[in-house]
């Protein structure tokens, strides 16, 4: 999707025109994929723009930081107010928001100096991240080839930025096929995630989505998505699927910052269930334009007002 360029972009504490937020061409990160990001939304609500559950994602930024043995120069307080800042200043009333920390430029070497961490945010208005109309009909998934990586390889708990190099050539892969997207595979056959959300199927009145075991990364939306049905009184279970297990399934539904909640038509040439957008996703969905609306008070907490 084309960016859209906005006015400011947030360097190490700096308000900086878009076109001047450069990094050196040799910093260790474009080299070596030594970094960890966030994918965070603003919302347009009826008294302004409003962060869908920002002080989770920063919390994620630094658990994803920790795990590559980086120390964020920032704490969580002022990474969150640097944020609303920064949507702020740009003007946006709705926008995708894009935090950053990379290793700054000074030395080379498979072994990069950790002491060097930078951070950057920036936001540009983004819709939908699949298409309309997988939006609104399902999207069509395929099984990938590419497996997903393994907490034995790189750890997918971490939302690190080489790592999606396993992501983006399961994405590319699928899309030159005529797909809108690709679930990956762990070792043992079991379902772990599309190349950029998460998955949950309907099957015998449970909803069911594959455990952080099983290579995936905790989504947010996807503990949106557990806590919404949880309320609305339905069983979630949190285990393995099999591959075969989708394609009998009810109803299934991805789940992502970037994605928000979008219903699966078919996986593999197979329709799931009737091949159009079931009850529950239905429900699920109008709940989460709700929420991130602000037209819903039970989940006001998750919600910082600009």
Same mark, same amino acid.
């Given at each position: 999707?084309?960016?859209?360029?906005?006015?400011?972009?947030?360097?190490?504490?700096?308000?900086?025109?878009?076109?001047?937020?450069?990094?050196?061409?040799?910093?260790?990160?474009?080299?070596?994929?030594?970094?960890?990001?966030?994918?965070?939304?603003?919302?347009?609500?009826?008294?302004?723009?409003?962060?869908?559950?920002?002080?989770?994602?920063?919390?994620?930024?630094?658990?994803?930081?920790?795990?590559?043995?980086?120390?964020?120069?920032?704490?969580?307080?002022?990474?969150? $107010?640097?944020?609303?800042?920064?949507?702020?200043?740009? @003007?946006?009333?709705?926008?995708?928001?894009?935090?950053?920390?990379?290793?700054?430029?000074?030395?080379?070497?498979?072994?990069?100096?950790?002491?060097?961490?930078?951070?950057?945010?920036?936001?540009?208005?983004?819709?939908?991240?699949?298409?309309?109309?997988?939006?609104?009909?399902?999207?069509?998934?395929?099984?990938?080839?590419? $497996?997903?990586?393994?907490?034995?390889?790189?750890?997918?708990?971490?939302?690190?930025?080489?790592?999606?190099?396993?992501?983006?050539?399961?994405?590319? @892969?699928?899309?030159?096929?005529?797909?809108?997207?690709?679930?990956?595979?762990?070792?043992? @056959?079991?379902?772990?995630?599309?190349?950029?959300?998460?998955?949950?199927?309907?099957?015998?009145?449970?909803?069911?989505?594959?455990?952080?075991?099983?290579?995936?990364?905790? @989504?947010?939306?996807?503990?949106?998505?557990?806590?919404?049905?949880?309320?609305?009184?339905?069983?979630?279970?949190?285990?393995?699927?099999?591959?075969?297990?989708?394609?009998?399934?009810?109803?299934?539904?991805?789940?992502?910052?970037?994605?928000?909640?979008?219903?699966?038509?078919?996986?593999?040439?197979?329709?799931?269930?009737?091949?159009?957008?079931?009850?529950?996703?239905?429900?699920?969905?109008?709940?989460? $334009?709700?929420?991130?609306?602000?037209?819903?008070?039970?989940?006001?907490?998750?919600?910082?007002?600009?």
């Amino acid at each position: 999707m084309p960016l859209t360029p906005t006015p400011f972009i947030w360097m190490d504490g700096e308000l900086v025109p878009w076109d001047e937020a450069q990094v050196h061409v040799l910093t260790p990160s474009l080299h070596y994929g030594w970094g960890v990001y966030e994918g965070i939304r603003a919302y347009e609500t009826e008294t302004g723009p409003a962060v869908f559950r920002l002080r989770e994602h920063i919390a994620r930024l630094r658990d994803s930081a920790r795990v590559y043995l980086m120390e964020l120069p920032w704490t969580d307080e002022e990474l969150v $107010q640097a944020v609303l800042e920064l949507v702020r200043v740009n @003007g946006q009333p709705s926008c995708y928001i894009r935090p950053i920390a990379y290793l700054g430029y000074g030395e080379m070497g498979v072994a990069p100096n950790l002491d060097a961490v930078r951070m950057s945010i920036a936001v540009w208005p983004w819709g939908s991240y699949l298409g309309d109309k997988a939006e609104s009909e399902g999207c069509r998934l395929i099984v990938s080839n590419w $497996q997903r990586n393994s907490n034995q390889t790189v750890p997918p708990l971490a939302k690190a930025t080489g790592a999606y190099v396993n992501s983006a050539l399961a994405k590319v @892969g699928a899309q030159r096929a005529g797909y809108d997207d690709a679930l990956m595979l762990t070792a043992n @056959g079991h379902i772990a995630e599309a190349s950029a959300a998460n998955l949950f199927m309907l099957r015998g009145g449970e909803l069911v989505t594959p455990p952080v075991s099983d290579g995936i990364l905790p @989504g947010i939306t996807r503990d949106t998505a557990i806590t919404f049905a949880r309320d609305l009184g339905l069983t979630v279970v949190e285990r393995s699927i099999p591959r075969s297990e989708v394609y009998i399934a009810d109803e299934a539904f991805l789940t992502g910052t970037a994605a928000e909640i979008v219903p699966v038509a078919s996986v593999d040439e197979r329709p799931v269930g009737d091949g159009r957008v079931g009850a529950v996703t239905k429900e699920l969905r109008g709940l989460f $334009q709700d929420v991130v609306r602000g037209r819903n008070q039970a989940y006001e907490r998750w919600l910082e007002r600009v």
